[in-house]
């Protein structure tokens, strides 16, 4: 039975408000401007902001500062979060809600599954959803969040679990560009499978938590699904702190974790317009997934192979990670936009040859 992400968030997850004299703290720090930044700098120091972008952090954070001088948008993205729901009018993320039919409104901000029917007002009373989709959002500005709300506190863990494929089935459907799933259970499911290799077969990456149980999920019997389903369009993530150290609730494994992004007391917005700490893979699945919508953004003829390869490639070897993540990377999305840049110039340098 699908694990309820109470219970995967229940050894990781802390959630504090920033108080108004600890964000104008925050906000008095100085960031030196680059006028060739795609976004203004200050976003990165926005109470909603976290170490995982801060631009004086550039050994653990994932440098978005840099991979900002050298981004140019190309194409909307739409990201599907799987998830609690959202704050549809959060201050951070009201300008970010994206909707496929209709205009989007109060009364019309995504899908919800949770409860006995279906709806298009995913409101998220648990938070879970909107930091994460705060966390996407301070990495690609003009991201577009499709909010996708599955989970019911009162629900059984299997129950969630049809909410969740419901879920994945209309993303797959209405074909997004990515797919960010914070959550999974320790039991696969043949329809779950089913719709995420339809997502496979139409190039769409998924972005999984590699879950918060302290377990190595190369040992088939402690497996968390989705992230261990071994497809294809599929990144695992899991998570480190500041010290660059996984941190102790995450998952890990050598062969199954292929990469792992800041998840340890990270800033995001939560609900009621404020903003918040939360801990685990959940966090650090959201950092991956804003680097990829950025490289989908730049350069959206590149398929998911590429896309996947590019965030794998181009990771940071960190010593400490060794034994626990794939080739013991962690992300970095200055260097991921560079590896793009240089994977596009090699493209375009691909012609058929002519007859002199």
Same mark, same amino acid.
């Given at each position: 039975?699908?694990?309820?992400?109470?219970?995967?968030?229940?050894?990781?997850?802390?959630?504090?408000?920033?108080?108004?004299?600890?964000? @104008?703290?925050? =906000?008095?720090?100085?960031?030196?401007?680059?006028? #060739?930044?795609?976004?203004?700098?200050?976003?990165?120091?926005?109470?909603? !902001?976290?170490?995982?972008?801060?631009?004086?952090?550039?050994?653990?954070?994932?440098?978005? @500062?840099?991979?900002?001088?050298?981004? @140019? +948008?190309?194409?909307?993205?739409?990201? %599907?979060?799987?998830?609690?729901?959202?704050?549809?009018?959060?201050?951070?993320?009201?300008?970010?809600?994206?909707?496929?039919?209709?205009? !989007?409104?109060?009364?019309?901000?995504?899908?919800?599954?949770?409860?006995?029917?279906?709806?298009?007002?995913?409101?998220?009373?648990?938070?879970?959803? #909107?930091?994460? %989709?705060?966390?996407?959002?301070?990495?690609?500005? =003009?991201?577009?969040?499709?909010?996708?709300?599955?989970?019911?506190?009162?629900?059984?863990?299997?129950?969630?679990?049809?909410?969740?494929?419901? !879920?994945?089935?209309? *993303?797959?459907?209405?074909?997004?560009?990515?797919?960010?799933?914070?959550?999974?259970?320790?039991?696969?499911?043949? =329809?779950? /499978?089913?719709?995420?290799? =339809?997502?496979?077969? +139409?190039?769409?990456?998924?972005?999984?938590?590699?879950?918060?149980?302290?377990?190595?999920?190369?040992?088939?019997?402690?497996?968390?699904?989705?992230?261990?389903?071994?497809?294809?369009?599929?990144?695992?993530?899991?998570?480190?702190?500041?010290? $660059?150290?996984?941190?102790?609730?995450?998952?890990?494994?050598?062969?199954?974790?292929?990469? !792992? %992004?800041?998840?340890?007391?990270?800033?995001?917005?939560?609900? $009621?317009?404020?903003?918040?700490?939360?801990?685990?893979?959940?966090? *650090?699945?959201?950092?991956?997934?804003?680097?990829?919508?950025?490289?989908?953004? @730049?350069?959206?003829?590149?398929?998911?192979?590429?896309?996947?390869?590019?965030?794998?490639?181009?990771?940071?070897?960190?010593?400490?990670?060794?034994?626990?993540?794939?080739?013991?990377?962690?992300?970095?999305?200055?260097?991921?936009?560079?590896?793009?840049?240089?994977?596009?110039?090699?493209?375009?340098?691909?012609? /058929? %040859?002519?007859?002199?």
């Amino acid at each position: 039975m699908r694990v309820t992400i109470s219970k995967i968030l229940s050894l990781a997850l802390t959630l504090l408000l920033v108080q108004p004299s600890f964000a @104008k703290g925050i =906000e008095a720090k100085k960031v030196q401007l680059v006028e #060739t930044s795609a976004y203004p700098l200050n976003l990165l120091e926005s109470r909603f !902001a976290s170490w995982g972008v801060d631009p004086s952090k550039p050994l653990t954070s994932i440098n978005v @500062k840099d991979s900002w001088n050298k981004f @140019k +948008k190309n194409r909307d993205i739409v990201v %599907a979060v799987v998830d609690t729901g959202i704050q549809v009018d959060h201050p951070f993320l009201k300008d970010n809600i994206h909707v496929y039919e209709g205009k !989007a409104g109060a009364q019309n901000y995504g899908m919800d599954w949770s409860g006995k029917g279906v709806s298009s007002t995913p409101s998220d009373s648990h938070g879970h959803g #909107t930091h994460v %989709a705060g966390i996407i959002k301070s990495i690609f500005p =003009e991201v577009k969040i499709l909010a996708l709300k599955y989970y019911n506190p009162q629900a059984s863990g299997q129950q969630n679990l049809e909410s969740t494929i419901k !879920a994945l089935e209309y *993303a797959v459907r209405m074909n997004v560009d990515v797919i960010n799933y914070s959550g999974g259970g320790p039991e696969p499911s043949v =329809e779950e /499978l089913r719709v995420l290799k =339809e997502a496979e077969k +139409k190039g769409i990456l998924v972005i999984a938590a590699a879950g918060n149980e302290r377990s190595n999920i190369d040992d088939k019997r402690n497996a968390y699904y989705p992230a261990s389903y071994g497809l294809s369009n599929i990144i695992t993530v899991g998570a480190h702190d500041e010290d $660059m150290q996984i941190i102790a609730s995450s998952n890990y494994g050598k062969n199954s974790v292929d990469i !792992a %992004a800041p998840g340890f007391k990270i800033r995001s917005a939560i609900p $009621m317009g404020g903003a918040g700490y939360m801990t685990g893979t959940s966090q *650090a699945t959201a950092f991956v997934t804003g680097a990829v919508a950025l490289i989908k953004s @730049k350069y959206p003829h590149f398929n998911y192979e590429q896309t996947r390869n590019i965030i794998l490639s181009s990771s940071v070897k960190v010593k400490s990670f060794e034994g626990k993540i794939l080739g013991a990377g962690k992300l970095d999305a200055a260097r991921a936009i560079e590896l793009a840049d240089s994977v596009d110039s090699r493209l375009k340098g691909r012609s /058929l %040859a002519k007859v002199k």
